[in-house]
């Protein structure tokens, strides 16, 4: 068996820090068992449970294809505990074979003895399928740190049959569960194609973006799109920051624009418990970017179900407002064509009723005809990209929403964390470690 070598070429920038990890390209893993942590949580039918979008699946085929000297098994989750669409994957393992055009084993087990078993028969090429690991208690429970995820059962018996751990699941990279963080405790971990792919272009968006870069943040999760623009602008990655929908509410009622009870009380809600810190934060970032701050000049309101336009001035208005106005729309779409980065997260309304559709229908088509290199933040706002088939069009549409608006806020992923620790804790002694396995 040739010797494995490894290579701390993998570089990104994360929270301030020189991250530094391994990849699937560093080591030589032929004849290796492989865990392999993906993220192929997929829509179902209501009715049947029959998987609507495979493209998550599709997703990691790059790496799975990289290991076909390798014995792997699988990891995944399908939904959680009671949602219901919280099913075995024995569904997506007959959707991974179909795309391969190979078999994929699948067990009904996680981490007790048929697991180990069925593990321990794999011959190099072939593909084992884990039960949906959140049916396992140790991967839904609360964890303070990674050393207390590293030491449950789970993490513990899967790491006693495998020689080392490979994280492509970016869309989960902002959790600390067991199957997401644990094994970086007891095997070498390394990143896999997908995990690779989203960190260089998340990086090289936040080092270096093409000027001008602007950001354009929106939708209801108001608390996650204020921490990621007040970070893009402190950072000096964007020039300038363009909010509509909820985001775009809150901040005009910063600029002293009363937008009516209604409202107001819907954003309260929405926040909840983060109203203080989410307002305080929103505060402190208009205080000090305000010229960088594009605020919407008219908006839409829904009045007894028809869309009606209303300029800044005429506010307030006692109907829920669920759009941009037409000129706001209009000056949006000038800026995204001549920008040179885009960075956007959230839809500009009510994107499911069609008469509120128009403003983020009008943004993501400036988009797709724009040069600029966009990038699209998950979430609904990927979704809508896929159904409007403006994919190709854009510079990377990510994976993960929460993950990657936890990357862009400047805060460290528990998962990348766990594979630089894995690194500093395998990386000396890391070919000794797999070749006596």
Same mark, same amino acid.
């Given at each position: 068996m040739p010797k494995s070598t490894v290579l701390l070429k993998n570089r990104i920038r994360l929270a301030n820090s020189m991250a530094r990890f391994l990849s699937i390209d560093d080591l030589n893993l032929e004849g290796k068992t492989v865990l392999l942590r993906v993220d192929i949580n997929c829509p179902l039918d209501p009715?049947?449970?029959?998987?609507?979008?495979?493209?998550? %699946?599709n997703m990691v085929l790059p790496t799975i294809n990289k290991l076909s000297q390798s014995k792997i098994v699988v990891i995944a989750h399908q939904s959680r505990p009671g949602k219901k669409d919280f099913i075995s994957t024995l569904t997506h393992a007959r959707e991974l074979s179909r795309l391969l055009g190979r078999p994929v084993q699948w067990v009904e087990d996680i981490h007790g003895q048929k697991a180990l078993r069925a593990?321990?028969? $794999?011959?190099? =090429?072939?593909? $084992?399928?884990?039960n949906n690991v959140r049916m396992d208690a140790d991967e839904i429970r609360k964890y303070p740190d990674i050393q207390s995820a590293s030491e449950c059962s789970l993490v513990e018996n899967l790491s006693s049959v495998a020689d080392v751990y490979v994280n492509d699941a970016f869309a989960c990279a902002h959790r600390g569960s067991p #199957?997401?963080? =644990?094994?970086?405790?007891?095997?070498?971990?390394? /990143?896999? &194609?997908?995990?690779?792919k989203e960190l260089a272009i998340l990086e090289k968006t936040i080092e270096a973006p093409l000027r001008p870069c602007i950001g354009i943040f929106g939708g209801i999760k108001v608390d996650d799109s204020i921490l990621v623009a007040d970070n893009m602008l402190r950072n000096g990655t964007c020039d300038e920051i363009w909010v509509v929908g909820g985001v775009g509410n809150l901040l005009l009622e910063l600029d002293g624009v009363d %937008? =009516? &009870? %209604?409202?107001?009380?819907? +954003?309260?809600?929405?926040? *909840?418990?983060?109203?203080? !810190?989410t307002i305080s934060l929103a505060k402190a970032m208009v205080r000090d970017f305000r010229e960088k701050i594009m605020l919407p000049v008219d908006v839409a309101a829904n009045i007894e179900g028809e869309r009606v336009d209303f300029q800044i001035e005429k506010l307030p208005v006692e109907s829920p407002l669920f759009d941009i106005g037409i000129h706001s729309i209009r000056?949006?779409?000038?800026?995204? @064509?001549?920008?040179g980065t885009i960075v956007m997260n959230g839809p500009a309304g009510v994107f499911e009723i069609d008469d509120f559709a128009l403003g983020t229908i009008e943004m993501l088509n400036a988009c797709a005809e724009s040069n600029a290199f966009t990038i699209v933040g998950g979430g609904h706002t990927a979704t809508i990209v896929k159904q409007r088939r403006l994919g190709k @069009?854009? =510079?990377h549409v990510s994976t993960g929403g929460g993950a990657c608006l936890? +990357?862009? !806020? *400047? @805060? /460290?992923?528990? !998962?990348?964390? /766990? $594979? &630089?620790? #894995? /690194?500093? $804790?395998? #990386?000396?002694g890391i070919e000794k470690s797999i070749e006596n396995r």
């Open positions: 009715e049947t449970n029959v998987i609507l979008d495979n493209n998550r %699946i593990i321990g028969k $794999l011959q190099n =090429g072939d593909i $084992l399928m884990l #199957s997401m963080v =644990g094994f970086s405790r007891h095997l070498p971990c390394v /990143a896999g &194609e997908l995990v690779k %937008i =009516g &009870e %209604i409202n107001h009380d819907f +954003l309260v809600k929405e926040l *909840g418990s983060k109203w203080t !810190s000056m949006l779409s000038r800026a995204i @064509k001549s920008a @069009k854009m =510079g936890m +990357l862009l !806020s *400047g @805060k /460290a992923l528990p !998962s990348i964390v /766990a $594979l &630089e620790m #894995s /690194a500093q $804790l395998f #990386s000396m």
